[in-house]
């Protein structure tokens, strides 16, 4: 049931982050996430107000979060550009 998974690294094969969870933290974080949406969605009377969460979430993440990874990324692996 638990296969690596072959990313092609230096270092070989890697597993997926779930993988490395107890099976009980993983179905408990399952179930709270889905228990989170459907709560979501039964007491958001206005579809507009997830939209503009979501857009609010997105546009940080993509103006000021993932930049910054990138060039830490960058930073970290200087021979990646070869």
């Given at each position: 049931m638990r296969d690596k998974v072959?990313?092609?690294?230096?270092?070989?094969d890697s597993e997926l982050a779930y993988l490395k969870?107890?099976?009980?933290?993983?179905f408990t974080l399952t179930m709270v996430l889905y228990v989170g949406c459907v709560l979501g969605s039964i007491f958001v009377d206005n579809i507009a107000t997830?939209?503009?969460f979501v857009g609010a979430f997105g546009l940080s993440l993509t103006s000021f979060t993932l930049p910054g990874v990138m060039y830490l990324l960058?930073?970290?692996?200087p021979k990646a550009n070869n």
């Amino acid at each position: 049931m638990r296969d690596k998974v072959t990313d092609g690294a230096e270092k070989g094969d890697s597993e997926l982050a779930y993988l490395k969870m107890l099976d009980i933290k993983y179905f408990t974080l399952t179930m709270v996430l889905y228990v989170g949406c459907v709560l979501g969605s039964i007491f958001v009377d206005n579809i507009a107000t997830v939209f503009e969460f979501v857009g609010a979430f997105g546009l940080s993440l993509t103006s000021f979060t993932l930049p910054g990874v990138m060039y830490l990324l960058v930073i970290r692996f200087p021979k990646a550009n070869n």
